[in-house]
């Protein structure tokens, strides 16, 4: 298995992939026509390795008419915005997946002298020379730009405004202020994706022209700007979050208006650079349903799915099974239901009225379990709530503090939809490292 989403089984989704990468950006969607598009990316010497073959098992290898042969490509790189941390490493995504043409915001970057800045804009030029078409500077519009397997994307922001009265001060960062914005819409459920957008944007442009259209609450948020407070106000001049003491230069309405059922924040350790800022990550809690506000530094690279039934989730990618090398050694995942202190045994993917409790055992063989006090067990659940529970998006571990012996874990069904629980067994002294996932739809 290389993606959990492959437990969703369903062909005509969407889906998407935020990777970790540290301080950067970097989301791979995936259209329900089988569209490939790269938003950013923040591809280092640490990390290309692990990013390169997580590509290779998210991208889908199709039939290259301009080539006359069927290998992994990128339709379409969107560079949000020109800085660093954006489109680093760009030449290592383009070696190994080509990229076909190029979105971009129209605005000029603060890191031109950057190898990394001088090669985009060398692929650029290449790709235009080609054909015009394959270099676009959307223009903001109330219509989506374009389809694809009837996912609508629109435009919210570039350089090129929705209305042409608009003029950016020089004193906030311009490639923020034009960083591009993208909403992606997909059986009613939106998706939007905010690049480093900041707070001016969102007051002078974003809200203004497009909340009327009905074009700014959304589901799934991606943060803008790994979560710092730019985008609630002018970092440059002020150092904390206050609208009543800096009401010309804050503005916090926005995440107000998006009221996201769960925010995404691709951001590294908190020490590295502050981010997410503790300000807007109150803001984003306080304004995201059910406080579901996830880190790619907590979670690592985040899965997301949005099917043509508008059933969609988010799923940390570790939730896969581990592939044993030995049969003599691993574990299965016993589940049973209790009622009126009854056991009945329920079965992997099995679907489950909901109201009834939960009890899972690890089954260990061949030693794994020896000695104890070598054994480490981490029990995590992803949730992925349906129809009426569809804002339920929870991600969360066991708690140390729980009774229950380290090979047990329990649990209320509570929410339709597909449930994930992960259970991974390390033992220190013989080197075992195996993960087990067992589902179950409640209904």
Same mark, same amino acid.
């Given at each position: 298995?290389?993606?959990?989403?492959?437990?969703?089984?369903?062909?005509?989704?969407?889906?998407?992939?935020?990777?970790?990468?540290?301080?950067?950006?970097?989301?791979?969607?995936?259209?329900?026509?089988?569209?490939?598009?790269?938003?950013?990316?923040?591809?280092?010497?640490?990390?290309?390795?692990?990013?390169?073959?997580?590509?290779? +098992?998210?991208? %889908?290898?199709?039939?290259?008419?301009? #080539?006359? *042969? &069927?290998?992994?490509?990128?339709?379409?790189?969107?560079? @949000?915005?020109?800085?660093?941390?954006?489109?680093?490493?760009?030449?290592?995504?383009?070696?190994?997946?080509?990229?076909?043409?190029?979105?971009?915001?129209?605005?000029?970057?603060?890191?031109?002298?950057?190898?990394?800045?001088?090669?985009?804009?060398?692929?650029?030029?290449?790709?235009?020379?080609?054909?015009?078409?394959?270099?676009?500077?959307?223009?903001?519009?109330?219509?989506?730009?374009?389809?694809?397997?009837?996912?609508?994307?629109?435009?919210?922001?570039?350089?090129?405004?929705?209305?042409?009265?608009?003029?950016?001060?020089?004193?906030?960062?311009?490639?923020?202020?034009?960083?591009?914005?993208?909403?992606?819409?997909?059986?009613?459920?939106?998706?939007?994706?905010?690049?480093?957008?900041?707070?001016?944007?969102?007051?002078? +442009?974003?809200? %203004?022209?497009?909340?009327?259209?009905? #074009?700014? *609450? &959304?589901?799934?948020?991606?943060?803008?700007?790994?979560? @710092?407070?730019?985008?609630?106000?002018?970092?440059?001049?002020?150092?904390?979050?206050?609208?009543?003491?800096?009401?010309?230069?804050?503005?916090?309405?926005?995440?107000?208006?998006?009221?996201?059922?769960?925010?995404?924040?691709?951001?590294?350790?908190?020490?590295?650079?502050?981010?997410?800022?503790?300000?807007?990550?109150?803001?984003?809690?306080?304004?995201?349903?059910?406080?579901?506000?996830?880190?790619?530094?907590?979670?690592?690279?985040?899965?997301?799915?949005?099917?043509?039934?508008?059933?969609?989730?988010?799923?940390?990618?570790?939730?896969?099974?581990?592939?044993?090398?030995?049969?003599?050694?691993?574990?299965?995942?016993?589940?049973?239901?209790?009622?009126?202190?009854?056991?009945?045994?329920?079965?992997?993917?099995?679907?489950?009225?909901?109201?009834?409790?939960?009890?899972?055992?690890?089954?260990? *063989?061949?030693?794994?379990?020896?000695?104890?006090?070598?054994?480490?067990?981490?029990?995590?659940?992803?949730?992925?709530?349906?129809?009426?529970?569809?804002?339920?998006?929870?991600?969360?571990?066991?708690?140390?503090?729980?009774?229950?012996?380290?090979?047990?874990?329990?649990?209320?069904?509570?929410?339709?939809?597909?449930?994930?629980?992960?259970?991974?067994?390390?033992?220190?002294?013989?080197?075992?490292?195996?993960?087990?996932?067992?589902?179950?739809?409640?209904?």
């Amino acid at each position: 298995m290389n993606s959990p989403l492959e437990f969703y089984e369903d062909e005509k989704s969407l889906s998407y992939y935020i990777f970790e990468v540290g301080e950067g950006l970097m989301i791979l969607l995936i259209f329900p026509d089988q569209t490939v598009m790269l938003f950013d990316c923040n591809v280092t010497n640490d990390n290309s390795e692990k990013l390169l073959e997580k590509l290779s +098992k998210y991208i %889908p290898a199709k039939y290259d008419e301009e #080539l006359k *042969k &069927t290998h992994q490509y990128i339709d379409i790189f969107v560079n @949000s915005h020109r800085d660093e941390d954006h489109y680093r490493g760009l030449k290592h995504i383009n070696k190994k997946f080509p990229i076909k043409s190029i979105w971009d915001s129209g605005q000029s970057g603060s890191t031109t002298d950057s190898d990394d800045y001088k090669y985009y804009m060398t692929l650029r030029r290449i790709l235009k020379s080609k054909d015009e078409n394959n270099l676009l500077v959307p223009v903001p519009s109330n219509e989506s730009i374009v389809e694809f397997g009837k996912a609508k994307i629109f435009c919210l922001a570039t350089s090129k405004d929705y209305q042409e009265s608009y003029i950016c001060e020089q004193r906030a960062r311009l490639q923020h202020t034009n960083s591009m914005v993208l909403l992606i819409r997909y059986s009613d459920v939106n998706l939007l994706l905010t690049g480093d957008s900041d707070w001016k944007s969102w007051k002078e +442009k974003i809200v %203004p022209n497009f909340e009327k259209h009905d #074009l700014i *609450k &959304t589901n799934i948020l991606v943060a803008s700007h790994h979560g @710092s407070r730019s985008f609630f106000t002018d970092e440059t001049v002020n150092d904390v979050i206050d609208y009543e003491a800096n009401p010309e230069n804050t503005y916090i309405e926005s995440i107000e208006k998006i009221s996201p059922i769960v925010t995404l924040i691709s951001c590294g350790s908190y020490e590295t650079a502050h981010h997410p800022n503790k300000c807007a990550m109150k803001l984003y809690k306080e304004n995201t349903k059910n406080l579901q506000v996830y880190t790619t530094n907590n979670l690592g690279t985040v899965c997301g799915f949005i099917n043509e039934d508008g059933f969609y989730g988010i799923v940390p990618d570790r939730f896969v099974h581990s592939s044993n090398t030995s049969s003599n050694i691993g574990f299965d995942i016993e589940c049973n239901k209790v009622i009126d202190n009854v056991y009945f045994p329920v079965r992997y993917g099995e679907k489950l009225s909901i109201g009834c409790d939960l009890i899972f055992k690890a089954n260990t *063989k061949g030693g794994l379990i020896e000695p104890i006090d070598e054994l480490q067990i981490f029990w995590e659940v992803s949730n992925s709530g349906k129809d009426e529970h569809s804002d339920h998006q929870e991600i969360y571990k066991k708690n140390p503090s729980e009774l229950e012996t380290k090979l047990n874990f329990s649990r209320a069904l509570s929410y339709k939809g597909k449930h994930l629980l992960r259970c991974r067994i390390k033992n220190k002294k013989y080197k075992y490292d195996i993960t087990n996932i067992f589902v179950i739809e409640g209904i």
